[in-house]
């Protein structure tokens, strides 16, 4: 940057005649509110001897574009002749900035032109706009303070701030006057310049925005500026909260809407009064509550969770949580006060007297929960013969108080007991059965009954178990010559021996009697095979269906040889009427199957099954 130059032009004749012209500059003054600079400028003679001299002229000046003198008067031009001087204004770009050239021309001795020179050079800058140095992130309740520098000082038409959107478009806190001599301003938001921040952010917790600063000089207007961040802080919505048992008839019992009874009550719970700060709004609302998540919506300031029944035990929280546009959320414990209530029970005894006779006792231990206190109980009982379909009315009874009614020993009865509390029942079922006594003669059959009314004849049961056994062995007489060759077929058992009534000889096999449900089963075969070996099978199955085989062995026979094929006993379940049969599979006709003893000294069958009640 130059204040002042000069520059020299070529010359014309030689030692003390030589002459040439000098350009000379320099700044006569600067307008910064102009953005002008004024120079003055002199154009001599300079070169050789001071007394000699040239007969000069015509002269041309041209600076900064403009022919600024010319004369085509010859003078006399010696060492230090001033031949023009004068003024120039000129005006700086934009940012202060200006450059210029000056060039000269002039006759030395000649008529015509015969010398010239030029310069050019950028002058000293004229300060203009304000510059932003420093700006802060910062939230929506503080005041910002920004740097900033002014190099043209008070000589600034107008230096102003705000703070805008990022386009510039919208204004958040207006324009204000800040000092042209300072450094730093601190913005003292008013409350509307605070609401036009919050309601840009309304659905974020953070806002972009651009601090200006704004510099008026010379009728030209100047923008610097910076981008921060403004964050939304103390954001968080703000709410009231209550619940109430919506369950009119249970508010009736405990007189109190803020009790909420255990499976019973209609829970209700509310925000109110729910206010989203800083110009955000009210989105979405939830309850937490015994691990279940229930979500809702603002109808105005409200938010209505109907619960409904809650199957809480004690007292408990619910967690509220109110959510506003920004995501700010703000989350409170409401206690609840839980009153625990379960199904009514009881300890229930019937006995006959001496477990045989028609008046029975019947008592009854009921349990109630308490609901603080304010819960009662009743007993009721009705009855009849189970092989009817009308029960009796209901009689009420007293609770853990043994009652005595008169049921007919010679029948089975059903018994049906109903515990009720103010808010439910329990229904208990039961079977009274005949009168049984300790020991009973069965004169007709012969047999004795302990604790159980005999069924067979000529026994002793305890409890409907026969004490002497019900045992069946079925044999084979005749020998099985010309078997059935590779398929199962029942053995034509002939030879029953048996021990009791509940086992009968049938189609060959061991007829299941009446109240059997289990017995043992076991079984033996001898087979011969006379022309090749051969593997071969003993089953015992129900109802003469391999379906329902209940045990069965294998083994195999060598060529010319006997063997004997045994089923160990095994227990089996049966049920009455079925049939077991014995079944056997050979691989060639020609096989035998022995019945009676080969040997002369005995009649026993060499195969045979085995049937042993056991339940």
Not at 58 to 77: A, C, K, Q
Not at 532 to 543: H, S, T
Not at 544 to 571: C, H, K, M
């Amino acid at each position: 940057m130059a204040s002042s130059g000069s520059f020299n032009t070529g010359g014309y004749g030689s030692g003390d005649w030589y002459r040439y012209l000098n350009f000379s500059w320099s700044i006569q003054s600067q307008s910064i509110a102009n953005n002008t600079t004024t120079i003055s400028w002199t154009l001599k003679g300079a070169g050789g001897a001071t007394n000699n001299w040239y007969v000069s002229g015509p002269f041309r000046v041209v600076i900064d574009g403009v022919e600024r003198y010319y004369s085509d008067t010859r003078i006399n031009l010696q060492n230090g002749t001033v031949v023009a001087s004068g003024t120039v204004t000129m005006s700086h770009n934009s940012v202060g900035e200006k450059s210029f050239s000056a060039s000269v021309e002039g006759a030395i001795y000649t008529y015509a032109m015969n010398v010239s020179g030029s310069g050019s050079w950028s002058l000293t800058t004229i300060p203009r706009q304000a510059n932003i140095t420093s700006a802060p992130n910062f939230n929506d309740d503080q005041n910002p303070t920004i740097g900033y520098s002014n190099p043209a000082g008070a000589n600034v038409t107008s230096l102003q701030a705000c703070i805008a959107n990022l386009t510039g478009s919208t204004i958040y806190a207006a324009y204000r006057d800040i000092s042209k001599t300072g450094s730093s301003y601190t913005f003292q938001l008013t409350e509307q310049e605070r609401q036009n921040l919050r309601y840009a952010s309304r659905n974020s917790k953070t806002l972009s925005v651009k601090f200006y600063v704004t510099t008026v000089i010379g009728g030209n207007t100047f923008y610097s500026t910076l981008n921060r961040t403004m964050t939304i802080v103390d954001g968080n919505p703000t709410f009231y909260m209550n619940y109430k048992d919506t369950n009119a008839t249970v508010v009736a019992i405990t007189n109190n809407d803020q009790l909420i009874v255990r499976n019973q009550s209609t829970l209700q719970v509310n925000i109110t009064d729910a206010v989203a700060v800083k110009s955000a709004s009210l989105v979405a609302a939830s309850c937490v509550l015994n691990g279940t998540t229930y979500s809702g919506t603002f109808s105005g300031d409200s938010c209505t969770f109907n619960i409904g029944t809650v199957n809480i035990s004690s007292n408990t929280n619910a967690s509220l949580t109110v959510r506003d546009s920004r995501g700010f959320t703000t989350t409170k414990d409401l206690a609840i006060t839980v009153l625990d209530w379960v199904l009514p029970s009881a300890i229930i005894t019937m006995q006959r007297h001496d477990n045989f006779y028609s008046n029975t006792d019947i008592k009854v231990d009921g349990s109630i929960s308490s609901v603080n206190n304010l819960n009662t109980m009743t007993i009721k009982m009705r009855y009849k013969k189970v092989t009817d379909n009308t029960w009796s009315s209901y009689v009420t009874m007293q609770d853990n108080v043994a009652q005595t009614f008169n049921l007919d020993n010679n029948y089975e009865w059903d018994v049906q007991v109903v515990i009720t509390d103010l808010f439910g029942s329990t229904t208990y079922n039961l079977m009274l059965s005949r009168g049984m006594p300790i020991i009973y003669f069965d004169r007709n059959s012969s047999s004795v009954g302990v604790n159980c009314f005999p069924k067979d004849v000529q026994s002793l049961e305890v409890d409907g178990v026969p004490v002497n056994r019900n045992i069946m062995t079925y044999g084979l007489t005749s020998n099985i010559t010309s078997p059935t060759a590779n398929a199962y077929t029942k053995i034509p058992l002939d030879n029953e021996i048996i021990t009791g009534a509940r086992l009968t000889a049938n189609s060959n096999g061991v007829k299941i009697g009446t109240g059997v449900s289990k017995v043992m089963v076991s079984a033996q075969m001898m087979v011969v095979s006379n022309s090749k070996a051969g593997i071969c099978y003993l089953r015992i199955v129900k109802n003469n269906n391999t379906n329902q085989t209940l045990a069965w062995a294998i083994a195999t026979v060598p060529a010319g040889s006997e063997s004997i094929i045994s089923i160990t006993p095994a227990l089996v379940e049966v049920s009455e009427n079925d049939v077991i049969n014995l079944m056997y599979y050979v691989p060639d006709n020609d096989d035998y199957i022995y019945g009676q003893n080969i040997s002369t000294t005995t009649t026993g069958s060499l195969t045979w099954m085995t049937v042993d009640v056991v339940g």
